[in-house]
């Protein structure tokens, strides 16, 4: 008996003592009523236990599907075995584990003594390195660089998103252990940790996707994870242009804001592009300036070479040595910063970070979770108040006012694409009440072409920023058609 016939059986599937592997597994390119177990009649032979597939690659009713799907599982437990602790080895280098796994699970696909086809066994094997080494059956949506989010909602329910679009995937988890084996290795990776008793985490993959995952008790449905991937060469302004969430215009008067040290908030709703909108905004940042990043996790991708990334941490399993945003925030400013980036501000460390602005570290930027630049403004009132202190409104309106000098507001459309849909100037306080003067704005009016596209675009309103006189200061020009007006559309007949 070998050592998968052992596995087998310690799992409960019926294999007869001395019987070969092939025959307890039925080859894949068998025909269908060789692949259905008791098919053939008058054999006496126990059948092995047909089990629903569940693989991405072989449908249910695909000749010798549930045989592969077997005998993938078998190849991943005596892989397992076969590697024991070499898996976790600190001294391997990820080559030299790659080459080992490849070794033994050759070793392992011998052993079964199984027929396969040249495509069959490099499937199976593809399919085993991604259990062993990788992230499962999401490790084919993680290689795919037109997918932008992956959400498991339990392990038969794998969507993502791409070009904007929700669609249901074909990959499946075998079962909840193979998808809470995956969630582990991914949380252990980056020194968290998810439990029954810390049953939510946030982390990041080895890219520097945002990795959010829910187990049960508090996930009823089965495990959850939400991936938001992205890009492995970080998109640049051009990018953003190219994709109509910037115009030409507006870029040029981001990077003079950027370069003029003004303090710039990021507002949008959730998915909006509110990270890659900031990584795009910190490329203005001039070479030479020291550049303190703070992040629950550390997904911003700054290109500059100056740079210290502090990252929170969650409370140990004893409920101690948690450091949030809002310690870093105050440490920052013991670190000779020349700007400050905050991930995202969604706490009292708004407050830290509002009069940090206000002493002396210009230039600062932060993302916030808002509809439109009004409530950017009302929400950060909302998390100063969050820090506990006993401060009257006007005096939170009156350090917003004076901290923040540009809300760039981001917006995803019902097409899906993702726009700036308005760069806002703090002017000031009138009476109780903060004053802002849009300096561009999204053209809704100008529809949507036959696929449902908006054919708008963002184009200036003819306000001239208060905050331009600083960059005649500091030398900083820019052309007159960032605030030229739009062409007349022409009139339909």
């Known amino acids: 008996m070998n050592l998968s016939e052992r596995l087998t059986a310690r799992r409960g599937d019926a294999v007869l003592v001395g019987q070969p592997a092939a025959q307890a597994v039925p080859a894949a390119s068998a025909p269908p009523e060789a692949a259905t177990p008791g098919a053939q009649a008058g054999t006496t032979t126990p059948a092995p236990v047909a089990r629903p597939s569940r693989s991405s690659d072989a449908s249910p009713g695909s000749p010798g599907g549930d045989a592969l799907v077997r005998l993938k599982d078998r190849a991943a437990s005596a892989l397992f075995e076969r590697m024991g602790t070499r898996l976790n080895d600190p001294t391997m280098s990820e080559e030299q584990l790659n080459a080992l796994v490849r070794t033994e699970l050759n070793h392992v696909v011998e052993e079964e003594k199984v027929p396969l086809s040249g495509e069959q066994r490099q499937r199976l094997m593809r399919d085993v390195e991604d259990d062993v080494l990788g992230h499962g059956p999401l490790q084919r949506l993680l290689d795919d660089p037109t997918i932008t ?4 909602n339990g392990p038969d329910a794998v969507y993502v998103e791409q070009n904007g679009k929700l669609t249901r995937s074909t990959a499946r988890f075998t079962s909840e252990e193979q998808l809470r084996r995956v969630i582990e290795r991914i949380v252990a990776r980056v020194g968290r940790r998810i439990d029954e008793s810390s049953p939510l985490v946030d982390a990041r993959l080895a890219d520097g996707s945002r990795v959010n995952a829910v187990i049960p008790p508090v996930a009823f449905s089965g495990s959850s994870i939400t991936i938001r991937k992205f890009s492995r060469d970080p998109f640049k302004v051009k990018d953003l242009i190219a994709f109509g969430t910037l115009s030409p215009e507006m870029a040029e008067l981001l990077r ?12 949008g709703g959730t998915g909006t592009g509110k990270t890659t909108l900031l990584n795009v905004l910190s490329s203005f940042i001039p070479e030479g300036e020291r550049i303190v990043t703070i992040e629950d996790a550390v997904e911003l991708q700054l290109q500059q070479e100056h740079i210290v990334r502090l990252e929170s941490r969650p409370p140990n399993i004893e409920g101690r040595g948690e450091i949030g945003i809002r310690d870093l925030v105050r440490n920052s400013l013991r670190m000779r910063p020349d700007r400050i980036v905050v991930g995202e501000v969604r706490g009292g460390e708004c407050l830290d970070m509002l009069q940090a602005m ?14 439109s630049p009004r409530d950017a ?79 708008g675009k963002p184009v200036p309103t003819g306000v001239r920023p208060r905050f331009t006189d600083k960059f005649a200061d500091l030398g900083i020009t820019l052309s007159p058609r960032v605030f030229a007006p739009p062409p007349p559309r022409p009139a339909q007949r």
């Open 149 to 152: 989010e992956i959400m498991v």
């Open 256 to 267: 003079a804001c950027v370069e003029a040290r003004l303090n710039i908030i990021v507002s």
């Open 358 to 371: 206000n002493t002396g570290h210009d230039g600062s930027l932060s993302t916030v979770h808002a509809n």
């Open 377 to 455: 403004i009302a929400r950060l009132e909302t998390l100063v108040l969050m820090a506990g202190m006993d401060l009257p409104l006007r005096a939170i309106r009156e350090q917003i006012a004076s901290a923040v000098d540009v809300v760039v507001q981001l917006s995803r459309l019902r097409d899906g694409t993702r726009r700036v849909t308005a760069v806002t100037e703090v002017q000031g306080m009138e009476g109780q009440t903060v004053t802002l003067q849009d300096a561009f704005l999204f053209d809704y009016a100008a529809g949507v072409d036959a696929h449902g596209r908006f054919l």
